[in-house]
């Protein structure tokens, strides 16, 4: 039984490419074009196999999208449970600006899942025999699953001594943190629309993160600020690491999934908090460093975490 497990309910087949200059209506001739398997959850499996973690992915797939996702999957060599479903897997298409280094993003919503494709999921995962010690479900959900799906996994896994760790947004993301998570990673925008406050200072961040921990909601708070690195909320403190600088000239497409990795891969193996929090952080920076989802590669992490300083703790308390 792998120790890790992610979930995928809406992955993709990620199609990036690079055009000089984007304008409307124009036909815009672009550079060849990268193929990844996609979605949250892949993304955060294919870096923790890199980094050595016995992980399996587990995701729901259909039509030759799908298909082509199970076969990169392969190539990687990233163990992997695909559930099949009658909808078609999703294609996502992104594009970078080579002359302004900025990258478009065009994320296609997904099939809608029939009740008894996303109830089988459910049953299967919160039977599965012997549990693994940590379960991480991230990205969307696909049209037709309920808001609560993330809550009811959280509240059955949990049940039996499984750390659950949850990177969703809207109403999906608030469902799960009613129902207690282990460890949660919102971007400023998704932790803005969690406590529907501004947030403008990182006095506010600490407040608002801190407030999920000392509620129940999560244990951790990974809360992403871009450029600016990181914060870690726990019971034991908060911490913040900053980013290396590093040009996003490929775009930042999957770097909040290699943080995540990188993270719980620290944590699973004994690392303290602020460690961890060393560790998501260079990996952030490292998924800078190549085009479309290519993702962290584990040498380019292993280098960068010595140029991210030791994170600084906070005082600041709700």
């Known amino acids: 039984m ?5 979930l995928t309910l809406n992955p993709a087949l990620d199609l990036a490419t690079t055009t000089d200059h984007v304008a409307p209506t124009h036909k815009l001739r672009c550079g060849p074009v990268q193929r990844f398997a996609g979605g949250g959850g892949i ?25 082509q996702v199970q076969q990169l999957l392969a190539d990687e060599g990233v163990p992997t449970t695909l559930q099949p479903i009658a909808g078609d897997t999703r294609e996502n298409f992104s594009v970078v600006e080579t002359s302004t280094g900025q990258e478009f993003r065009f994320v296609l919503p997904g099939p809608t899942l029939q009740a008894t494709e996303w109830q089988a ?27 609560d799906f993330y809550a009811q996994l959280a509240r059955a896994l949990s049940a039996r001594g ?51 921990v000392t509620s129940g909601a999560a244990e951790i708070v990974a809360l992403s ?44 193996r004994g690392d303290a ?9 260079a990996a952030g920076a490292a998924a800078l460093l190549h085009p479309g989802t290519t993702l962290a590669q584990a040498d380019d992490v292993q280098r960068l975490v010595h140029s991210v300083p030791a994170p600084v703790a906070f005082t600041t308390s709700p």
Do not use: Y
């Open 162 to 212: 499984v750390r659950v760790v949850i990177d969703t947004s809207g109403p999906p993301l608030a469902a799960a943190l009613q129902a207690g998570v282990a460890l949660v990673k919102p971007s400023l925008r998704e932790l803005r629309d969690v406590v529907q406050q501004p947030l403008e200072h990182a006095a506010d961040w600490c407040v608002a993160a801190r407030s999920l």
């Open 273 to 281: 908090p602020a460690e961890a929090l060393r560790w998501g952080v």
């Open 225 to 268: 600020v871009g450029e600016q690195g990181a914060v870690l909320a726990t019971r034991e403190g908060m911490w913040q690491a900053p980013a290396p600088n590093m040009p996003a000239t490929t775009g930042t497409t999957g770097a909040g999934d290699c943080f995540l990795a990188a993270l719980v891969w620290a944590l699973d």
């Open 43 to 67: 993304n955060v499996a294919r870096v923790l196999h890199r980094l050595g973690a016995d992980v399996l992915a587990w995701a729901l797939a259909g039509g030759a999208a799908g298909a």
């Open 121 to 147: 999921c459910l049953d299967a995962l919160t039977a599965h025999t012997p549990s693994p010690r940590w379960f991480i479900a991230s990205g969307s959900l696909p049209p037709g699953t309920p808001d």
């Open 2 to 6: 792998p120790a890790l497990i992610t």
